[in-house]
C-alpha cells in the first residue's frame, strides 16, 4: 500500500508570512510529484509539479523535493488570506501504473 | 479551453434509483480519471482511462459502480443500486499523459437519501 501521508492542520499563518507545507510518501521509486489546491466546495487545481530533487519556484510558490528522505514541501512566501485553502500532495506509483496517490491535505489558515 | 466539463452539478435521489455522471475531458488529454471525495476517506480513485480504454478499476468499489468510456469527448460513472453511503462529490479529471498533472472538473455532489 503505498502512502502519502500530510498533516491536516489547520496551519494557522499571519498574513505576510511564509506558509510550509509538507508531505511524505512510502515509494522510493516516485518520479512525479504534485501539488493542488482546493478551495472549500472547489475541486482541486493544480500548483505545481517537481520532477527533480532541489527547488522549483513559481512567483510566491517554490516546490522542495527530498527523494533520500522521501519528503516534498510547499511554500508559500507573503501568504495571503486568499491562500487559506486545503492543499493536496499528489505522488505518482513509480514502479507500475505511475498513476499518483493523493494526500488527504493540510487546511491552510491565514489570517489578516 | 472549456477545461473538464462535468454534470450534473449537484443530483439528489433516493436510494435505490440509478445515478449516472458525465463527463467531457478535456481535447487531446489522454487520460480520464474518475474519484470519488469524502471527508472520511479523501479523494479516492475509482477508475481510469487510457484512449478510452479503462486500465485499473480496482479504485470501484462494488458491482454497483461501472464507468465507461464510449469515446474520447464523453464518460460516465454510474451507479445501480444507489445507498446512502455513496454520498460524496465525485470528480473527474484528465490529462495528457498518466503521471502528468490533472485537471479537475468541477465536480457532481452526489446526496442518496
Known amino acids: 500500500q503505498k502512502e502519502v501521508e500530510q498533516n491536516s492542520g489547520p496551519l494557522s499563518v499571519p498574513e505576510g508570512a511564509i506558509a510550509s507545507l509538507n508531505c511524505t510518501y512510502s515509494d522510493r521509486g516516485s518520479q512525479s510529484f504534485f501539488w493542488y489546491r482546493q478551495y472549500s466546495g472547489k475541486s482541486p487545481e493544480l500548483i505545481m509539479f517537481?520532477?527533480?530533487?532541489g527547488d522549483k519556484e513559481d512567483g510566491r510558490f517554490t516546490a522542495q523535493l527530498n527523494k533520500a528522505s522521501q519528503y516534498v514541501s510547499l511554500l508559500i512566501r507573503d501568504s495571503q488570506p486568499s491562500d487559506s485553502a486545503t492543499y493536496l500532495c499528489a505522488v505518482n506509483d513509480g514502479r507500475g501504473s505511475y498513476i499518483p496517490t493523493f494526500g488527504r491535505g493540510t487546511s491552510l489558515i491565514v489570517h489578516p | 479551453d472549456a477545461g473538464v466539463i462535468q454534470s450534473p452539478r449537484h443530483e439528489v435521489t433516493e436510494m435505490g434509483q440509478e445515478v449516472t455522471l458525465r463527463c467531457k475531458p478535456i481535447?487531446?488529454?489522454?487520460?480520464l480519471f474518475w474519484y470519488r471525495q469524502t471527508m472520511m476517506r479523501g479523494l479516492e480513485l475509482l477508475i481510469y482511462?487510457?484512449?478510452?480504454?479503462?486500465?485499473?478499476d480496482s479504485g470501484m468499489p462494488e458491482d454497483r459502480f461501472s464507468a465507461k468510456m464510449p469515446n474520447a469527448s464523453f464518460s460516465t460513472l454510474k451507479i445501480q443500486p444507489s445507498e446512502p453511503r455513496d454520498s460524496a462529490v465525485y470528480f473527474c479529471a484528465s490529462s495528457f499523459g498518466v503521471d502528468q498533472p490533472q485537471h479537475f472538473g468541477d465536480g457532481t455532489r452526489l446526496s442518496i437519501l
Open positions: 481535447s487531446g488529454h489522454d487520460y
Open positions: 482511462f487510457n484512449n478510452n480504454v479503462p486500465i485499473d
Open positions: 517537481i520532477y527533480s530533487n
